[in-house]
């Protein structure tokens, strides 16, 4: 494979060279203030640019002859300006007036060729590094519930968010819309394990951009996505030396440094360009366990520009380990958080006592490794070469290798034993285990309160090694009005799922401390290795597809094809049950665990995607557009069952129809788009991990129709000087049409998504003095697929302040900033029980995840 690997690198590097012109220059506002993250294009071509913190920017172009260029930002109008490129030199000064709008803004993402928003016959958002910098506190769901469409469950911590979006079912995560870093997926295939995307990227303020492009035209580039694509861009280095440095701390002892640097390598002329930002981290919260989140992580590039294009060379290095909340029980009936035995309010139950824990197995004594959380440690090493054959033919091809050492450990929420509550009396635990005594003890021997009540929880530990390799090819030729392209996505991973389930007994308090029953458990451990399982997973996809972006007078025409094959390969071990202690308790003496045998076996699935789209210009303020695509999604591999004889079960792509028309117009302060969509899903293979009597799990599949027909509005106001008003609302009929397993179900809404979202916000900036408010409302939705179980609708709000001035005679500045998320500590729960699922009840505890509690951060930006 390395042979291949580095012929293919050498055949993508050897063109010959051609002259190229170099454009720089600066952006700024009329006050003379630099504008950061502007983006600076020729129309109609790829060549371009985003300035730096400085508003600097600098590109090279092949074209020749006379080149508009285009410079647009959030909030200014759009300048355009004609040169003449000759391989001279170009150097531009540009002042941008107050006034644009959002569907001006210049977007990089699931096209070929670069167009305004205005111009893009798709739903899209983009945020730019001011706005990045406001939404982002921690998780991705903290920038993602901005976006129209989505709902983002939080409250889990900075990791694993759940992402929904626009009605499809899913288990939560990024199903249904990769997460890509500088166009290229952090997973090109969803379902080797269950760890979301998130686990192996962490925001930095090295990131220029967020891209999200939704609606199912996004499948045919790259990796393809059947609902949409969450680009971020990276820094570049430009011409200019620039660097930010950003400390902060917050609430419940965090502390944060935050870096980016980037300039030139090599004298005045050079051509080479570096980028480096990075993060350290430590934080004893959102909420105090005892149990703390430490890490790093590092990013960088190097651009290079050749004579007929550019190599860029990127990569991250991550040893980061982060905690994750899950639900814990609420008070029944108000669902509101529920006082310990201390009298306190219980926030969560995870306690640093259980990272003691360990036992003996047949392989030897295993030792949770739960006080690590969600560990990831590795990187990735991506090569993007771009390269001009002539005026009208490119390439662009990426390779990028990934490996990662990865661990998600986590506390369950219950003990799963069948018929016990979820908290209990000290009589209650007996009688659900038939036990006729006991003495309650706390590992030091005192003896537990009478009254105090009782809480059982499980511990699964989960290794999840991974390694990958992916590369993305694409010739786009333009011949008149069209601009075709012809590319190729190919994959190759691999991935260990290992999981280990442990149950221990904790009084109901924060920060429980563990319980031992006399005759039942051991250090607190109430069942060794409760459950075993041992995976190892690869997958291989190949893709190729073929598109047309047609630009006629008033119409632009998207067209395009996609056929794509997927197999994998999966290997299971068998359990049973070892003797491996002779205390004289069945639970403690015996385990769960894996014998050595493996069961394997292969699957394999093809299918073709094709997307249409078009859009009527009106007139220069109004556009009209609409799409339709046929997509497909493959099963998650982990998901696929055995028979006894071994054989793997059927594997086949689950359907999906899309479909959606819309407006977009944009005049003067006032910018707006809407639109009305339906999404359609054949043979959806639902799969649901539940409690098993025993306290391990067991694996519930439904095969699924579901239908959702939606409207979405967005809209940017700047309604006074340096004042906008910006929203978005949305809203979704949702409903299961066909259900195998229960067809009482078939009619029913889908579990996780609401009918209602929206966002709303206020914004002042005058280039000194910054402050914006954001409301982010989550409707009512059901947490099953019964709809047995209601959860209220949510309102999180979340400010930001700030002040820039000068430190300097050469442009330094300062920025004195401060966030509060969850301003008015506003109460609701993102999920029920997922391992409870349709058998979740209402009863004296309920089992839900709350959102985060308020937290105040305070940073100091540093640019120079």
Same mark, same amino acid.
């Given at each position: ?39 600076? #294009?020729?129309? /109609?071509?790829? @060549?371009? &640019? ?5 508003? %600097?920017?600098?590109?090279?172009? !092949? =074209? ?123 997973? #090109?295939?969803? /379902?080797?394990? @269950?760890? &979301? ?5 962490? %925001?930095?303020?090295?990131?220029? !951009? =967020? ?654």
């Amino acid at each position: 494979m390395g042979k291949t690997i580095f012929t293919l690198i050498c055949a993508l590097t050897f063109f010959t060279g051609m002259a190229q012109t170099e454009i720089s220059g600066t952006v700024k506002d009329e006050t003379g203030t630099p504008i950061p993250g502007a983006n600076v #294009s020729i129309k /109609g071509d790829t @060549s371009g &640019a985003a300035t730096d913190f400085d508003g %600097n920017f600098s590109f090279s172009s !092949n =074209l020749t002859g006379k080149q508009t260029i285009s410079v647009s930002y959030v909030g200014y109008e759009t300048y355009e300006k004609i040169i003449e490129l000759n391989g001279t030199s170009i150097k531009l000064n540009i002042v941008l007036q107050q006034g644009g709008n959002a569907l001006s803004a210049v977007l990089l993402t699931a096209t070929s060729t670069t167009r305004s928003q205005k111009e893009t016959p798709l739903s899209i958002t983009s945020f730019g590094v001011k706005e990045l910098s406001k939404l982002n506190t921690s998780s991705q769901a903290d920038v993602l519930r901005s976006v129209p469409g989505i709902t983002a469950e939080g409250g889990g911590g900075e990791v694993a968010s759940n992402i929904f979006v626009r009605g499809l079912p899913s288990g939560g995560q990024y199903q249904f819309n990769p997460l890509q870093i500088d166009g290229m997926p952090v997973l #090109s295939t969803f /379902g080797l394990n @269950s760890s &979301a995307h998130d686990v192996y990227f962490r %925001n930095d303020i090295g990131m220029k !951009n =967020l891209e999200f492009v939704r609606g199912g035209s996004s499948i045919l580039y790259g990796v393809g996505s059947v609902a949409g694509i969450i680009n971020y861009t990276s820094v570049t280095g430009g011409s200019q030396q620039k660097t930010t440095i950003r400390t902060e701390v917050a609430s419940n002892s965090r502390y944060k440094a935050d870096f980016v640097t980037s300039g030139p390598l090599g004298g005045e002329d050079s051509k080479t360009f570096y980028a480096l930002s990075g993060f350290y981290r430590y934080d004893e919260g959102p909420l105090k366990t005892g149990l703390n989140t430490e890490g790093f992580q590092l990013r960088g590039n190097i651009k290079h520009l050749t004579n007929n294009g550019s190599i860029t060379f990127s990569g991250q290095w991550i040893d980061d380990s982060v905690q994750f909340f899950l639900p814990y029980p609420l008070e029944g009936g108000s669902r509101n958080r529920p006082t310990g035995n201390d009298g306190e309010e219980v926030l969560t139950l995870q306690t640093a006592e259980a990272s003691d824990i360990a036992y003996a197995t047949p392989d030897g004594i295993y030792r949770s490794p739960i006080e690590d959380g969600v560990a990831t440690k590795g990187g990735y090493f991506l090569t993007n070469f771009k390269h001009r054959f002539s005026d009208d033919l490119k390439l662009d091809a990426k390779l990028r290798y990934s490996r990662y050492k990865h661990q998600f450990n986590l506390f369950l929420d219950g003990s799963g034993v069948s018929g016990a509550k979820v908290v209990e009396t000290q009589q209650e635990y007996l009688d659900a285990r038939g036990l006729t005594s006991g003495d309650f003890t706390y590992l030091n021997g005192q003896p537990l309160g009478a009254n105090a009540l009782l809480f059982e929880n499980r511990i699964l530990d989960r290794s999840r090694p991974l390694e990958e390799l992916m590369a993305d090819i694409k010739f786009t030729k333009r011949t008149g009005n069209h601009s075709i392209t012809l590319g190729t996505f190919m994959s190759r991973s691999q991935a260990g799922d290992f999981n280990v389930i442990t149950n221990y007994l904790g009084e109901f308090n924060n920060r429980p401390r563990l319980v031992n029953v006399s005759g039942y458990s051991i250090n607190g451990v109430t069942n060794r290795g409760t459950a075993y399982t041992n995976r190892n997973i690869s997958s291989n996809k190949i893709a190729v597809f073929l598109t047309d972006e047609i630009k006629l007078d008033r119409w632009n025409l998207d067209i395009g094809v996609r056929y794509e094959r997927a197999s994998g390969d999966i290997e299971v071990e068998g359990t049973d049950s070892f003797l491996v202690d002779n205390t004289g308790i069945a639970n403690l003496d015996n385990v769960v665990w894996g014998n050595g045998s493996f069961t394997r076996g292969n699957v394999s699935a093809d299918d073709f995607a094709v997307a249409l789209a078009a859009l009527y210009k009106v007139n220069d303020d109004l556009s009209a557009y609409g799409n339709f695509s046929r997509g497909y999604f493959f099963p998650e591999l982990r998901g696929t069952r055995f028979d006894g004889f071994g054989n793997p079960s059927s594997y086949e792509t689950e359907k999906i129809i899309q479909g959606e028309l819309g407006v977009k117009y944009s005049k003067n302060k006032f910018s707006g788009t809407a639109a009305l969509y339906s999404v359609s899903l054949k043979d959806r293979r639902a799969v649901s991990f539940v409690n098993a009597p025993g306290g391990g799990f067991i694996e519930e599949v439904d095969t699924q129709d579901t239908s959702t027909f939606g409207f979405e509005g967005t809209w940017n106001w700047a309604f006074a000087n340096n004042f906008d008003f910006a929203g978005s609302l949305t809203y979704q009929s949702h409903e299961i049409t066909k259900s195998e397993s229960n067809p009482e179900f078939e009619g029913n809404e889908l579990r996780r998504q609401p009918n209602i979202l929206s966002t709303v916000s206020v914004n002042y900036d005058n280039s000194k003095f910054d402050a914006g408010i954001i409301y982010n409302y989550t409707g009512k939705k059901f947490s099953n697929d019964a709809n047995s179980i209601e959860l209220d609708a949510i309102g999180l709000a979340s400010l930001n302040l700030g002040y820039t001035f000068d430190v300097g005679e050469n442009g330094e500045t300062m920025r004195i900033g401060s966030q509060v998320f969850n301003l008015f500590n506003s109460d609701g729960i993102t999920e029920g029980s997922p391992r409870l699922n349709n058998n979740q009840t209402e009863e004296e505890f309920f089992v839900g995840r709350p959102v985060l509690p308020t937290r105040v951060f305070f940073n100091a930006t540093f640019n120079f």
